[in-house]
């Protein structure tokens, strides 16, 4: 059974970086056919995808968030990191890991979802 489980502070305060790990337990982050994402779900508003990291290494980002965003993974450790810098309010949200089998927010049968973990930006 393929778990998926964010960690991390709760709390950033803006402008610094907020860094979340997703621990993946059932499935490996060498996975050929996966790529490790990070989707956003902020207050009152729809999902918002973030970027992925592949078997290989290779990342790929919203063009609205890459210059502040980096995913990278531990295959020893078989987890995968979101950062994402700078922080302001508006970057307050609910944060997901997923595996999923496409870029984006395109839902596949084999998809599946950490349970999400609260991130507030405030002062």
């Known amino acids: 059974q393929v778990q998926l489980q964010e960690s991390g502070p709760g709390l950033v305060k803006p402008s610094q970086t907020l860094s979340l790990t997703c621990s993946v337990s059932?499935?490996?982050?060498?996975?050929?056919?996966?790529?490790w994402t990070w989707i956003r779900q902020p207050p009152g508003k729809g999902l918002e995808w973030m970027g992925a990291i592949t078997s290989s290494g290779s990342t790929y980002y919203s063009p609205s968030l890459k210059s502040r965003t980096s995913i990278s993974r531990d295959t020893t450790k078989n987890h995968f990191t979101l950062q994402l810098s700078s922080v302001t309010p508006e970057d307050t949200a609910v944060y997901f890991c997923?595996?999923?089998?496409?870029?984006?927010?395109?839902?596949?049968?084999?998809?599946?979802w950490g349970q999400g973990t609260q991130v507030t930006v405030s002062s």
């Open positions: 059932g499935d490996s982050v060498t996975n050929l056919y996966v790529y």
């Open positions: 997923k595996r999923a089998y496409n870029l984006g927010l395109t839902h596949t049968s084999g998809d599946r």
